[in-house]
Structure formats: structure tokens, C-alpha cells
């Protein structure tokens, strides 16, 4: 059954896709580094700092490792892995990830951008990260692993075309970049956050939308392009993990997400105001650990791998041994208060 994970990966990015047809596709990496695995179990002291629906659940001290995660739940190999553009946050450990599954299918963008030495001076993020992905761009490989570079609009077999050459595929449509967001990037004022993939996840009714670090020139295009295509979704991964970043949310008023999913930040960093103020709801990484979403249902379920929020939601929750997470309820425009 088709099935979305959005792990808690620290101030990161790195989301999951379970297709029918059994392939997984991983959207950004953070956090993968060969670490020794944290228990995700709640402290005393955290579960002290907690206060209602809304309140600091703390769970951005509990990440998880994609690659513990992944092998916990089954996924052994990865048939495309998606850059959505080149930022530490969203690939760091990715030359681990890629030295356990070997993705077969790699998509990411012709970006110009470069990290100078000097960068790495007090960074938490692993300069060898920086040169596998450097690598993989700049020698452009046909083949172990494919490297697709996809623009808005774009028409491919596995992706959003089936293997007879019909439609559906994985139902994965690509609403961003442009070149031109591609070349105002490389070439105007080097923010490679223009760049960014902004990817429609079509199965059966519902569309899940994955909105990378995408900016407001990004949103004036899937407006003007795709606006039937995201009117109204039931899901939306927010752009940004959820943090302010000086820019227009107007795109919500077409979105309307039943349900958004925030990462972690510091409250006064993350951008509440723009869901709250249009009646929009929210779950955090902080509050919930990992979100595992049943694309199978309608509506569509949510599960959580924190149980203490799980039962500030839902007291009748219950262990889901296959999602290996907690029962929250469909999503629904009142499922978190």
C-alpha cells in the first residue's frame, strides 16, 4: 500500500514514498551519518515540558537516522532519490545513504553552486557529503545511478508514465524548477533555493505536494501553470521545513492543505502564523517524532511514532505493528485542534 514518511531528522529535510508499485523514492537526506542509533523513547524530563495539542513535545532531541529507519521498516533498496537542491540540510549523509542503498535513479538540478573551504570552518555537516554530491553533479553519470535533471511539466516512464507507456506511474509530477528559475539562479544572485524541486504526488484522489526550499518566484509559477493541479490538497510538505524565510505565503489561499507537515526549528523561526491565521492546521516533528501518512484510505490516515502525542489526539490510539506508529485518525480538516 502506498505510504509517505516524514522523518524528524534534526533542522532537515528527508521525506519517503511507499508507491503501489513497490518502488520507495527518498525526497532529501539529512542525518544519515553512521551513528550509533538514539532511542526515540520520551524522557521524564521531556514529558514534564509538555502542554496540550500545541505544546513543546521535544522531540526534535529524539531524531531518527534515515538509514536505521528505512532498514527498520523493510526498505532495502531506494529506486530514485531526489535532490531538491543543494543545501547541507538536505543531504547530509548522503554519501552514506547512497553507500547503503545505491539509489538506481538519482534526479537533481543543473546548479552552479560551490562551498569554499572556508565553509566548512564550525559546520556541523560533513565536508565528504559536499564532494560526493559535487561528484555525482558535475560528472553528470548515465548509470549507476541515473542522473535525471527534470523541469517543470516534465513526462517520463516510472515517474508519472507507466512501463506500457500509459499515464500513472509512481504519479510523480514535477510543478518546479524552470530553466529560468534554474538560470536566475546560477547566473543572477547565486540563491540555489530558486532551483529547488517542488514535486505533486498523485495517487488515486488524493495529492500530496513537497515544497523543498521553493520561493515565491517558484510559486508564481506553479500559479500560472498548475494551479488546477494544487487547488485544494491534502497534504502539504511545507516548503522550508516550515520556517520563515521572508516571503509571501499567498500560495496557501490556493493550496488550502487539509494538513501541513512542519520540521523542527525554533518556535519563534517557524512560520505558524500563516497556517493558523487562515485555519490551516499543522503537525511538527517536534510534537509528533516521524509522520507516517496511509495513502491507501480516504480520507488518508496519520500515524505517529510519538505516543504521547498520539494520545493528546486520539485517546483510542493504538500501535500499528506494519507502520510501526501510532494511530492518530483520518485527515480531516478537525483532526489537530
Given at each position: 500500500m502506498a505510504t509517505i514518511h516524514y522523518l524528524n531528522v534534526k533542522e532537515g529535510d528527508c521525506s519517503v514514498i511507499e508507491h503501489n508499485?513497490?518502488?520507495?523514492?527518498?525526497?532529501?537526506v539529512c542525518n544519515a551519518k553512521p551513528t550509533k542509533r538514539l532511542t526515540e523513547a520520551l524522557t521524564a524530563e521531556a514529558a514534564k515540558a509538555e502542554r496540550g495539542i500545541s505544546g513543546n513535545f521535544q522531540q526534535k532531541k529524539?531524531?531518527?537516522?534515515?538509514?536505521?529507519?528505512?532498514?527498520?521498516?523493510g526498505i532495502n533498496s531506494i529506486f530514485r532519490y531526489v535532490q531538491t537542491h543543494p543545501d547541507m540540510d538536505h543531504m547530509d549523509g548522503i554519501n552514506e545513504f547512497f553507500e547503503e542503498f545505491s539509489p538506481l535513479n538519482?534526479?537533481?538540478?543543473?546548479?552552479?553552486k560551490e562551498m569554499p573551504s572556508a565553509s566548512w570552518e564550525g559546520s556541523p555537516y560533513n565536508e565528504e557529503d559536499w564532494k560526493f554530491y559535487?561528484?555525482?553533479?558535475?560528472?553528470?553519470?548515465?548509470n549507476d545511478p541515473k542522473r535525471l535533471t527534470l523541469l517543470s511539466g516534465a513526462r517520463g516512464q516510472f515517474f508519472n508514465v507507466g512501463a506500457d507507456g500509459g499515464g500513472g506511474g509512481d504519479g510523480l509530477h514535477v510543478l518546479a524548477p524552470t530553466q529560468g528559475l534554474v538560470d536566475a539562479g546560477n547566473d543572477v544572485d547565486e540563491e540555489y533555493n530558486r532551483c529547488s524541486y517542488v514535486l505533486l504526488y498523485r495517487t488515486g484522489?488524493?495529492?500530496?505536494?513537497?515544497?523543498?526550499?521553493?520561493?515565491?518566484?517558484?510559486?508564481?509559477?506553479?500559479?500560472?501553470?498548475?494551479?488546477?493541479d494544487v487547488t485544494d490538497i491534502d497534504l502539504?510538505?511545507?516548503?522550508?521545513?516550515?520556517?520563515?524565510?521572508?516571503?509571501?505565503?499567498e500560495f496557501l489561499?490556493?493550496?488550502?492543505?487539509?494538513?501541513?507537515?512542519?520540521?523542527?526549528?525554533?518556535?519563534?523561526?517557524?512560520?505558524?502564523?500563516?497556517?493558523?491565521?487562515?485555519?490551516?492546521?499543522?503537525?511538527?516533528?517536534?510534537?509528533?517524532?516521524?509522520?507516517?501518512?496511509?495513502?491507501?484510505?480516504?480520507?488518508?490516515?496519520l500515524y505517529v511514532t510519538h505516543e504521547t502525542f498520539a494520545r493528546r489526539v486520539n485517546a483510542g490510539t493504538f500501535y500499528s505493528e506494519p507502520f510501526k506508529a501510532w494511530y492518530v485518525g483520518p485527515i480531516t480538516e478537525d483532526l489537530i485542534p
Open positions: 508499485s513497490g518502488h520507495a523514492t527518498v525526497i532529501d529524539y531524531p531518527v537516522n534515515p538509514i536505521t529507519y528505512l532498514r527498520d521498516h538519482f534526479w537533481d538540478t543543473d546548479n552552479e559535487k561528484h555525482l553533479r558535475d560528472t553528470r553519470p548515465a484522489d488524493h495529492r500530496i505536494v513537497f515544497g523543498g526550499d521553493s520561493h515565491d518566484e517558484t510559486w508564481d509559477h506553479i500559479l500560472d501553470k498548475h494551479k488546477g502539504l510538505i511545507a516548503p522550508h521545513h516550515g520556517r520563515k524565510s521572508g516571503r509571501s505565503y489561499d490556493t493550496l488550502t492543505p487539509t494538513l501541513t507537515f512542519f520540521g523542527n526549528a525554533r518556535s519563534e523561526h517557524l512560520a505558524y502564523g500563516a497556517w493558523r491565521g487562515r485555519g490551516l492546521s499543522i503537525v511538527t516533528n517536534n510534537q509528533a517524532n516521524c509522520m507516517v501518512v496511509d495513502v491507501s484510505t480516504t480520507p488518508m490516515t
